[in-house]
């Protein structure tokens, strides 16, 4: 799998857009990318994930670039509840399992 | 209510002894996975299992053992070999044939042996 690099942390004031980053540039053409996330002391949670087009659902948008080299989560309105750590994973697809790094840890103050 | 479950939250041992933890998922998934995650770490991948007895080692698999006796289980012993088993255990399933890839997570056990 592609190896990904994320900041480690990010600050967003309550209610503004969060917009996390994230660098791929070894993606292959047949990598997804993946957005989990996980508040303390819980079991990671899938966010959204997409192969070459930009992608929104419930909880975000996905923004890729056209060279696929690097996309960036965003959260339109940023609560305190979605303080957490922010994993970005490149991976091929079903049956795979994920390779987790660090994450980006994302405080949303008040 | 469909999704996988682990028990229990919070596991203690003492040292020497063999531990099993639990994964159950009814969500009808091919593919489950066990995580490790030590504090202020990402997740490592110890083992996973794509089909009904057949598992493959992750990278940090020494120590641990697994079995996938049916589908909706899979089990994690960590034995006395695992030098450092204090930690956060994630288990996870995903449906391989759906082709999205999106993993699915349980609520972790969190052991401490002393």
């Known amino acids: 799998d592609a190896k990904t690099t994320q900041p480690t942390s990010m600050d967003c004031a309550e209610g503004r857009a969060a917009n996390l980053p994230c660098n791929h540039s070894t993606i292959s053409g047949n990598e997804y990318v993946y957005w989990y996330r996980q508040i303390h002391s819980q079991g990671p949670q899938y966010i959204i994930h997409g192969l070459k087009n930009n992608e929104t659902n419930e909880m975000a948008s996905l923004i890729i670039t056209e060279d696929r080299k690097s996309s960036t989560l965003i959260l339109p309105h940023a609560t305190l509840r979605d303080t957490a750590v922010y994993y970005c994973i490149v991976n091929s697809g079903s049956g795979y399992a994920l390779n987790f790094g660090k994450g980006t840890s994302l405080l949303v103050t008040p | 209510d469909g999704g996988i479950t682990q028990s229990p939250k919070y596991l203690f041992r003492k040292e020497g002894q063999n531990v099993t933890l639990s994964c159950e998922q009814n969500l009808n998934h091919d593919a489950m996975y066990w995580y490790r995650q030590d504090p202020g770490q990402g997740l490592r991948l110890i083992y996973y299992?794509?089909?009904?007895?057949?598992?493959q080692k992750g990278d940090i698999a020494e120590g641990y053992s697994v079995s996938r006796e049916k589908k909706e289980s899979f089990p994690l012993t960590v034995t006395s070999a695992q030098k450092n088993p204090t930690a956060f255990y994630l288990c996870?399933?995903?449906?391989?044939?759906?082709?999205?890839?999106?993993?699915?997570f349980g609520p972790g056990t969190r052991l401490t042996v002393t």
């Open positions: 996870a399933s995903t449906p391989v044939a759906s082709g999205k890839g999106e993993q699915y």
């Open positions: 299992s794509q089909i009904v007895n057949d598992f």
